[in-house]
């Protein structure tokens, strides 16, 4: 700002500052430190409460006075410097106004050149990204927010973008040489482009697998011990010792006829006499 703007005292501050406040305080001090011997030590009983009670509201009226007249000369004595203080805040909260108004145009500013160079950086990342994985990676996996500042220069940025290029290229073939599931291990890197994460989940999922394998070789085996086992040998059927009886049947046609058949249903063998 130009020399008519600065602050300039009428007066040097120096002639300004007032004297240190000077008053009878040794005078003052010796003659309370007399008159409090009298209270010092002193003892009341009953009968002399009510004058406990009138000693402390002395003492408390001494007490009173002096920090009414410390408030009084604190307030003349400040006085001065609270108006200076109150104008000097006016003036700064005016050059405050106008400076957020400067500062509200520097940062639009700012912002459409960080958006700028933005889109600068997005047209290259998609000009020279892979185009087989532009459909797993998007650019906001990979953007750093320093690249928008204005110290940044696009020689860098695209120099770092190259490099996690280069980067992404040798885990993703990293991945590969790992072999198993290797497209659900890349579905986990592409998730945060951490090969620590995919190693991770390479080793759960082989363990996953062992685990299964395990289980069903158990089961295999019981199933082959099972068919290995030789089948149970019947035990022998005793043969049921037969008897011959020789007996005279009178009935009639229909009676002889249901006797020949029970008896050819029952395996009872029986011949004419």
């Known amino acids: 700002m130009a020399n008519e703007l600065t602050l300039r005292l009428e007066t040097p501050i120096e002639k300004l500052v007032p004297a240190m406040i000077a008053f009878n305080n040794a005078e003052l001090m010796e003659g309370v430190k007399a008159r409090l011997v009298a209270y010092q030590g002193k003892t009341y009983d009953a009968e002399s409460i009510n004058e406990a009670r009138g000693d402390r509201s002395t003492l408390n009226k001494f007490s009173k006075a002096l920090n009414d007249e410390r408030l009084r000369i604190k307030k003349i004595y400040t006085m001065p410097l609270d108006k200076f203080t109150k104008e000097i805040n006016e003036v700064i ?11 509200a145009q520097i940062k639009a500013w700012e912002n459409g050149c960080k958006e700028r160079k933005l889109a600068e950086i997005k047209a290259y990342f998609a000009e020279v990204f892979p185009a087989e994985l532009s459909a797993f990676i998007s650019y906001e996996k990979i953007h750093q927010n320093e690249w928008l500042n204005t110290s940044k220069s696009m020689a860098a940025i695209k120099k770092e973008i190259n490099a996690t290029i280069e980067k992404i290229k040798t885990e993703l073939a990293t991945i590969e040489a790992l072999g198993g599931d290797t497209v659900a291990i890349k579905q986990k ?7 620590a994460n995919a190693i ?7 363990a996953e697998k062992q685990r299964i394998a395990a289980q069903e070789a158990a089961v295999a085996q019981q199933a082959e011990i099972k ?3 030789p089948a149970p040998v019947p035990e022998p059927v005793a043969e049921e010792k037969t008897y011959t009886l020789a007996f005279k049947v009178i009935g009639t046609a ?13 395996k009872i063998k029986f011949e004419r006499a």
Not at 189 to 195: A, R
Not at 254 to 266: D, G, T, V, Y
């Open 200 to 206: 991770t989940e390479h080793k759960r999922i082989e």
């Open 189 to 195: 890197y592409f998730e945060d482009l951490s090969l």
């Open 227 to 229: 068919s290995e086992a």
């Open 254 to 266: 229909a009676q002889l006829n249901a006797l020949k058949a029970f008896m050819s249903e029952n």
């Open 93 to 103: 909260a005016v050059v405050d106004s106008c400076t957020a108004e400067i500062d």
